[in-house]
């Protein structure tokens, strides 16, 4: 079946700093990654779409200065949270699914708590 | 733009009660329907989905009906149990127009026993 991987599942960074998340995908082709912010206030908040072979499409108020991503090939995808602050606590979801089917998979999240 | 309503922000059920969470859309497409499931702690869950009206999807006893005329897309569930407490999302997919999934506000399901 089709799963996918984050990793950490939580992380704490002092206010300022930046860390890295990544996700994987096992059992099918990621050929499109979606990150999503979920929040107590927001449900999905959608950060940007990554398609391999395309240029990665950032949602309104979210840059690729702020939230750089990297999907380097059908399995794997990461995004950072450059220069976190509070405003950035949430869970962090990644959605991926094929080139061919529309159901989209998502893992288990990873947590951000700043400090 | 593409719209999902859940009506139901949260449902408190016994077990073995009968479940239904309502889902209605607005799309200008014809795009695919899914349920997700949210465990406290967990990424949203696939459940199930539909793409054309009148298909059901079903899966662990939950089902929903893809009805274009009335714009539905109602999750039900013949008997709960405790272990279905969750969150249920309702989705619409990347339709003509919109590359983007649009999910409903969530609808907390607690089922005491």
């Known amino acids: 079946g089709a799963l996918v991987y984050q990793y950490p599942r939580r992380t704490i960074c002092k206010s300022g700093t930046s860390m890295r998340m990544e996700c994987q995908a096992v059992?099918?082709?990621?050929?499109?990654v979606a990150w999503y912010r979920q929040s107590p206030q927001k449900t999905f908040e959608l950060i940007a779409l990554?398609?391999?072979?395309?240029?990665?499409?950032?949602e309104q108020n979210f840059t690729q200065e702020k939230f750089p991503i990297s999907h380097p090939n059908l399995s794997f995808s990461s995004m950072t949270v450059l220069n976190a602050y509070l405003e950035d606590r949430g869970l962090y979801l990644c959605?991926?699914?094929?080139?061919?089917?529309?159901?989209?998979?998502f893992g288990p999240g990873t947590r951000l708590l700043v400090l | 733009g593409d719209s999902v309503t859940q009506t139901e922000g949260q449902v408190a059920l016994s077990e073995e009660d009968f479940l239904t969470i309502h889902c209605n859309y607005s799309?200008?497409?014809?795009?695919?329907l899914f349920w997700y499931v949210q465990y406290p702690g967990e990424g949203p869950q696939f459940l199930f989905r539909?793409?054309?009206?009148?298909e059901k999807g079903s899966s662990r006893g939950f089902e929903a009906t893809y009805d274009k005329g009335t714009t539905s897309f109602h999750l039900r569930k013949a008997s709960v149990q405790e272990s279905d407490s969750a969150v249920y999302y309702c989705?619409?997919?990347?339709?003509?127009?919109?590359?983007?999934?649009?999910f409903g506000a969530g609808t907390r399901l607690k089922v005491i026993a």
């Open positions: 959605g991926a699914r094929t080139g061919t089917g529309d159901t989209q998979y």
């Open positions: 989705a619409l997919g990347p339709n003509t127009g919109n590359y983007k999934y649009v």
């Open positions: 539909a793409s054309r009206d009148k």
């Open positions: 799309a200008s497409g014809y795009p695919a």
């Open positions: 990554s398609t391999v072979n395309s240029a990665i499409k950032y």
């Open positions: 059992g099918f082709q990621a050929t499109s």
